[in-house]
C-alpha cells in the first residue's frame, strides 16, 4: 500500500512539473509575441510619421513652388516694361506712339464714314491701356494677359461694352489697318457702332518672332 502511493505522489509530482513547464512555456511565447507587436506597432507608427512628414513637406514645396512660379509669371513683365519703355521706332517712343494712334484712328473712322457709322476719338485711359497691352503681346499674343486675366482688366472704366484687337508683324498703321479689315473679327470691331472711344498701343521689338505688335482696345 505504501508503495501504491508512493508511485501515485510520483505520477502527481510529473503531472505538476509538466503542467508548470507548459505555462512557463506559453507565458515565454507570450512575452515574445508581446514584445514583437510592440515593435511593429513602433514600426507602423513610425511609418506613419514619416509618411506624414512626406505628405507637409510636399504640401511646403508644391505651395513654395507655386510662388516661385508666380514671380516667375510677374517678373518678366516688368523686365518688358523696362526693355521697351525707352526703345524708339520711327522716332516714336514704344510705349507711347501718338502719330501711331492718330493715323490709325484716322484709317479706321474712314473705313466707318464708307458704312455711315460714327467715327472713334481716342480717350487717353484707353490708350495707357493699349500701350500695356501692346508690350504684353510681345510676350503673349492672346486676348489674355501674360498673368492669366483676360485682357479687359488692364481697362480701369469698365461700365461700357468693349472690345480688342490685336495684330503683329506690320510696320506701319496703314498696314495693320488692312491686315484688320481682311479679318472678319477684326473689321467687325472696327465698324461696330455701338463703340465711341478708341486706345491705340503699338511696341516694337526687333527680337522678337513678328518684331511689330499693334493692339486696339474699343469702348462703348
Not at 159 to 182: F, K, Y
Amino acid at each position: 500500500m505504501e508503495r501504491e502511493m508512493k508511485k501515485f505522489f510520483t505520477v502527481i509530482c510529473l503531472i505538476a512539473f509538466c503542467f508548470i513547464t507548459v505555462i512557463s512555456m506559453t507565458n515565454s511565447a507570450a512575452a515574445a509575441g508581446s514584445n514583437d507587436f510592440a515593435k511593429h506597432s513602433m514600426a507602423a507608427r513610425q511609418r506613419q510619421v514619416a509618411q506624414r512628414d512626406r505628405i507637409v513637406n510636399q504640401r511646403k514645396y508644391a505651395l513654395e513652388k507655386q510662388a516661385r512660379d508666380w514671380q516667375k509669371r510677374r517678373n518678366p513683365l516688368a523686365e518688358l516694361f523696362a526693355h521697351h519703355k525707352n526703345k524708339k521706332f520711327h522716332g516714336e517712343p514704344a510705349l507711347n506712339a501718338p502719330a501711331f494712334a492718330v493715323r490709325v484712328l484716322e484709317l479706321c473712322n474712314t473705313e466707318r464714314s464708307k458704312v455711315g457709322v460714327p467715327p472713334l476719338s481716342l480717350a487717353a485711359d484707353l490708350q495707357d491701356s493699349a500701350a500695356i497691352r501692346a508690350v504684353e503681346i510681345t510676350q503673349l499674343m492672346s486676348h489674355t494677359r501674360p498673368d492669366g486675366s483676360r485682357c479687359f482688366s488692364v481697362v480701369k472704366n469698365k461700365n461700357n461694352t468693349l472690345g480688342e484687337n490685336i495684330a503683329a508683324g506690320r510696320s506701319t498703321p496703314e498696314g495693320v489697318v488692312d491686315q484688320w479689315m481682311h479679318s472678319e473679327g477684326h473689321r467687325a470691331n472696327i465698324l461696330n457702332s455701338v463703340f465711341k472711344e478708341l486706345g491705340v498701343g503699338y511696341c516694337c521689338d526687333e527680337n522678337t518672332e513678328y518684331e511689330y505688335y499693334w493692339v486696339q482696345i474699343f469702348r462703348g
